[in-house]
């Protein structure tokens, strides 16, 4: 398993807990820099999902209600 973004950290998405998820490796770089909407529409992530409790299915797509909420950060990255 592995802590996917909801909010792209690229896109000022924060690393807290109402953005992170887990996902399995293989989804999270599937996913790459894929916005959370396009992510559950993709042919990936439908073959996937079918695997998936209901519970679960239905908390990603509400997921999608709550996106406005995650505050962004502007990441500055050091060096």
Do not use: Q
């Amino acid at each position: 398993m592995s802590v996917d973004h909801i909010i792209l950290w690229e896109e000022g998405g924060p690393s807290t807990e109402e953005n992170l998820i887990t996902a399995c490796k293989k989804c999270n770089k599937t996913r790459g820099s894929m916005h959370y909407e396009e992510w559950l529409k993709s042919p990936y992530y439908r073959r996937v999902s079918n695997d998936l409790s209901g519970g679960i299915f239905n908390d990603n797509e509400e997921i999608l209600k709550r996106l406005d909420s995650i505050p962004r950060r502007i990441h500055v990255i050091s060096r």
